[in-house]
């Protein structure tokens, strides 16, 4: 038997839309099976055999139905049943396609609904995508076209199930473990006030010029001076809004987490144009919700903390011990290059 590059499944009551299908890949330079067309009048022994040697010889088959019933009708579902093994088992790499005609994919069995399904009004504008010869791989050469959130466009991805499947958890990992860092970290800003410890806070937001120490951070400036041994030009400003490196990399950790997991888990396009778009929305999101989070609980507590890091640092005896140990950092740094 010759090769045919579709195989039509229909009940006999469907004849005339199936025709209308058949006629139109036809004009277009596909070779198609069509009972209607192609056998008449046959025993059932002699109508399986020709039927099974057709569904052997085809890349790819559409089911037609235009009542849910039909698709579990006897014929059409030994049909696409024996179809549908063959991809199970390897055998055939085409795609099953229905075109569906004032019926949804919701209601029709459920075997068939993880694989392409068309309106009968539109199968013109993408049958002919779906019915292209596989390539050297096996896979039938979908073309991708924008707002095409179809099953078989998204599986598609020649990614192994295996590595899917850790990547989903992976990501799903990264993201929960950085939502849940996230949580807390927002969690400390807003319900508790912000623990300074004013010796580590002093130490770690210094610049040292010569015998000048300057502090800056909270909107508190101040400036000792080594030699004289004497603290002068304390002010008190606005607190800033700053993005800090921490804010950054919590945001990428969750953006690049949930990306990677909703990308996979929803066997997104290989484009990954929707996995990218997630990834930046949840970094935005992510980065300036921290931020502003932190922002808004030091604007809520910035009183309370420069008039404490004022009174820590009008002291001489704290600059005296953050030079020490700035020193002993900056020799330990030295004698480890």
Known sequence: MENYDVFISCKSDDY????QVYEFLVSSGKKVFLASRE???LGDSEYRDVIERALECSTHIIVLASNA???LSKWVKYEWGLFLNGKLDG???GNI????????????????????????GEYRDSILDYTKPLDSDGFAEVEEREGDDSVAAKNKSRIPEWLQVLLIFIGAFIFLYSLCFGVGYSYTYFFDKPEVNPQTELLNHVTVDGPIIRYSNFGVTAMYDADAQSVRDISINECKFEITGGDFWRAASIGSGFAIWYKNLRYMKAS???????AIGSFI???????TGRYIAEQNNAAEIQAYMV?????????IICQQQYDERRDAYESSR
């Open 16 to 19: 005339g839309y199936a025709e």
């Open 39 to 41: 056998i008449r009048k």
């Open 69 to 71: 019933e039909y698709i």
């Open 91 to 93: 055998t055939k790499k």
């Open 97 to 120: 396609i229905t075109i569906l005609k004032d019926i949804e994919p919701k209601d029709i069995y459920f075997g068939l609904r993880a694989y392409q399904s068309i309106p009968f």
């Open 272 to 278: 990954g144009r929707y996995g990218a778009a997630v």
């Open 285 to 291: 999101g992510t980065l300036f919700g921290y931020s």
């Open 311 to 319: 009174g820590y640092l009008k002291d001489t005896k704290h600059w």
